[in-house]
């Protein structure tokens, strides 16, 4: 939000405020709607149920956080923030392919990368 | 002691203080749900075929949570934006529904939503079957262990009629409600017993991590947005531009809370 709104300015943002509303409502709609489509596979179903999330959170990050209109200092921060998240991310699903040696898993009972027999 | 940039912007920021703070949290609230959606990941990636439940969180209830707090979100700016054309009444209405709709959410979560999963069940039988129903008299938190501790000799079950593992029971809109046949299941025959609790499956456990920390956050802002609404509106009659300051501090991180749950309704309810 910017420091300085002429009451003009303000009363132009009200109008925006709703028709966002408007649209978050319709993309709340389409997410459950999308629900009940039967899609072939389901990595088409989480992606477009993620797209429309994603669409959603722009919105309000852009105009309800006023994200589209803001100081350097904010999106400095948002900037680290955004790098740090995805490499916690990375490091988290990386995790799946990189467990310990002999970690055993109890429903399949499989044992990654056990370290092999030694030679007698 | 006067605290220095409460209402001028700092020279180097080009924002005061307050909020440069909130921002700072946020970003540090973005890394505390990033983890948890990076568990949620790695959990629903690293679990067996057919046994990440699915479709058994209420859809409509879900989606008029989703539509409260869309709706709270939009009142919280308009009443920030009425307050900057020095009209108190509309705040005053505005917060008015926000606190109103915070209370909702939390009403539909504590007491209507979550009492219902610790009703509903999954039964595992020493046979390899399993089914998710309610048990007669629909008791809170029963287990095997208990069934055992209690010396109870059967229950009486109302099975769903599917079962989250077969696939149609994903896209079936009835499926936590349809029943079928009841019938009576002897103790001895269950492996296990558990109702929908974080104990029941990584599923629910993560579930229930992620909901009630949003819940939390939920109440916390909902006390934040009440007191400014209430004791707090003392300010606005001695130093205006602070006042509204401080509503749009508590504005923004009631927006985060609305967007972390933008993300946890398709995850949990629809995927």
């Known amino acids: 939000m910017s420091d300085t709104h002429s009451f003009e300015s303000i009363k132009k943002h009200r109008n925006v405020y709703i028709a966002v509303f408007v649209g978050l409502l319709i993309g709340t709609a389409l997410t459950v709607g999308m629900y009940y489509v039967h899609f072939s596979q389901l990595w088409k179903t989480i992606t477009i149920a993620l797209i429309i999330a994603t669409i959603k959170a722009s919105l309000v990050a852009a105009f309800f956080m006023h994200l589209s209109n803001e100081r350097r200092a904010i999106y400095s ?7 740090f998240l995805v490499a916690m991310m990375y490091l988290f699903i990386h995790a799946r392919t990189d467990v310990p040696l002999g970690t055993e898993f109890r429903a399949t009972k499989q044992v990654p990368h056990a370290p092999a027999p030694a030679d007698k | 002691m006067d605290i220095p940039y409460t209402i001028k912007a ?3 920021t080009g924002l005061f203080n307050a909020k440069l703070g909130i921002w700072l949290f946020l970003a540090s609230e973005v ?42 979100s939009v009142t919280v700016v308009l009443g920030w934006s009425a307050l900057q054309m020095n009209n108190f009444a509309a705040y005053r209405k505005y917060q008015a529904v926000t606190i109103l709709c915070a209370a909702a959410f939390l009403v539909v979560k504590c007491l209507i939503e979550y009492p219902e999963k610790f009703t509903h069940y999954e039964v595992w039988m020493n046979d390899g079957n399993r089914m998710t129903g309610h048990i007669e008299g629909k008791p809170y938190f029963l287990t095997d262990k208990k069934l055992a501790a209690r010396k109870i000799e059967s229950i009486k079950f109302h099975p769903d009629a599917h079962h989250y593992a077969k696939p ?3 896209h079936d809109a009835a499926a936590g409600e349809a029943h079928a046949a009841a019938m009576e299941i002897k103790t001895a025959d269950i492996k296990r017993l558990s109702a929908f609790v974080p104990g029941h499956s ?22 934040v947005i009440a007191y400014l609404w209430g004791p707090g509106a003392r300010l606005w009659k001695t130093d205006p531009q602070r006042y509204i300051n401080r509503v749009e501090v508590s504005g923004l991180f009631w927006h985060f809370v609305d967007l972390v749950w933008i993300f946890l309704f398709p995850v949990f309810y629809l995927l």
């Open chain 1, 77 to 83: 921060t948002l900037l680290v923030t955004a790098f």
């Open chain 2, 10 to 12: 700092r020279p180097d």
């Open chain 2, 168 to 170: 149609a029971a994903a």
């Open chain 2, 202 to 223: 990584t599923y629910f456990a993560i579930y229930f991590t992620l909901t009630a920390l949003h819940g939390l956050h939920v109440l916390g802002g909902g006390i």
């Open chain 2, 31 to 72: 890394m505390l749900f990033g983890g948890l959606f990076s568990s949620y990941i790695l959990l629903r990636v690293g679990s067996d075929p057919g046994t990440w439940p699915q479709g058994l969180l209420n859809i409509p209830i879900g989606t008029f949570n989703t539509a409260v707090l869309i709706t709270s």
